[in-house]
C-alpha cells in the first residue's frame, strides 16, 4: 500500500512540474501591436495595400495631378457651389489675387474645406492647383 501512495505523489508532482514548463509565448501579439504604425490606409487612397503611394507633401506632384486627386470631386463639377473648372467662375475668383484664394484653400471658406480635405497637400501643391483652375478659366 505504501508503494501505491508513493507512486501517486511522484505522478502528481510530475504534472504540477510540466504545467509549469509553459511558458508565456504571446510574440505575434506583440508584433501585430507594433507593426502598425506606418501601414495606416487614408480614406480614398486607393494605392492602398500596393506599391507605397509616390512622395507625399513637399511640390514632388504636377499641379494637374494634385487637382485631379484632390480638388476635381467638387471643382470638375460646381458641386455645393465650388468655383466650376474651365469657366469663368474662375475669372471672377482671380480679382481676389493668389494670396486671398491660396488663404481660404489653407483654412477653408463656406462648403470649402480646409485644403480641400487634402492632408498630404503642401502649401504649394494647393497653390499649383489653384493656379491650374485660375488657368482654366474662360
Ligand atoms: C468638398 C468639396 C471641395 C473640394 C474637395 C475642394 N473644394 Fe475648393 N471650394 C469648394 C466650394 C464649395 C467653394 C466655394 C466656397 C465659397 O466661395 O463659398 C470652393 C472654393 C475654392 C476656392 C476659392 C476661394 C475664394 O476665396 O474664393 C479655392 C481657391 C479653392 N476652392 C481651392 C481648392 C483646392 C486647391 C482644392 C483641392 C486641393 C479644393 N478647392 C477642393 C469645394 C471644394
Not at 510540466?18 to 495606416?40: F, L, P, Y
Amino acid at each position: 500500500m505504501k508503494k501505491i501512495t508513493s507512486a501517486l505523489v511522484a505522478l502528481g508532482l510530475g504534472v504540477a512540474l510540466s504545467a509549469s514548463v509553459q511558458a508565456t509565448s504571446n510574440d505575434e501579439a506583440v508584433i501585430e501591436r507594433i507593426k502598425a504604425v506606418g501601414s495606416v490606409c487614408i480614406e480614398g487612397d486607393d494605392t492602398c495595400g500596393g506599391a507605397p503611394a509616390a512622395a507625399p507633401a513637399g511640390g514632388s506632384r504636377t499641379a494637374e495631378e494634385v487637382y485631379n486627386a484632390a480638388c476635381a470631386g467638387c471643382h470638375a463639377t460646381g458641386a455645393a457651389g465650388a468655383p466650376k473648372y474651365g469657366t469663368a467662375d474662375w475669372a471672377d475668383r482671380a480679382g481676389k489675387g493668389m494670396e486671398t484664394l491660396l488663404a481660404n484653400a489653407i483654412n477653408g471658406i463656406n462648403a470649402m474645406p480646409p485644403r480641400g480635405m487634402c492632408r498630404d497637400c503642401s502649401d504649394e501643391d494647393l497653390q499649383n492647383a489653384i493656379q491650374h483652375m485660375l488657368d482654366s478659366a474662360k
